[in-house]
């Protein structure tokens, strides 16, 4: 089992950064390749980012590549979502996901497992 804590999330002001991070506890962090995902209030779940188990390989959504970077750190059992040129349109919670598959996932139905979200609200 593992338990996955977001942190890092509030309130930005438009073209701003934030930068998330998303503790893992339990089984080994660094066999599972992990996801970032978001969902604004009325709207389905999204995806954001994903990065591979040792770190070599990431994908993005399209309306955050260029601006998000996903990152980890296997030594300290931490992800990370660096967010910047931040928009409105940003606004939601923000969830960390792992999942035991081989490849990196798009979809949140692959993952296993997840964390409680976290708020980020960005201000015109």
């Known amino acids: 089992q593992v338990q996955l804590v977001e942190s890092g999330g509030g309130l930005a002001q438009a073209g701003g950064s934030l930068r998330l991070s998303c503790a893992a506890s339990?089984?080994?962090?660094?066999?599972?390749?992990m996801g970032w995902f978001h969902q604004a209030p009325g709207k389905e779940r999204e995806f954001v980012a994903a990065?591979?188990?040792?770190?070599?390989?990431?994908t993005y959504g399209d309306s955050v590549k260029g601006r998000f970077t996903i990152s980890r750190d296997n030594a300290k059992n931490t992800m990370y979502l660096q967010m910047n040129s931040l928009k409105p349109e940003d606004t939601a919670t923000f969830y960390c996901?792992?999942?035991?598959?081989?490849?990196?996932?798009?979809?949140?139905?692959?993952?296993?497992?997840w964390g409680q979200g976290t708020q980020v609200t960005v201000s015109s």
């Open positions: 996901a792992g999942r035991s598959g081989s490849a990196l996932a798009t979809t949140g139905r692959l993952y296993d497992y």
């Open positions: 339990g089984r080994t962090f660094s066999t599972l390749n």
């Open positions: 990065i591979s188990w040792g770190g070599l390989s990431t």
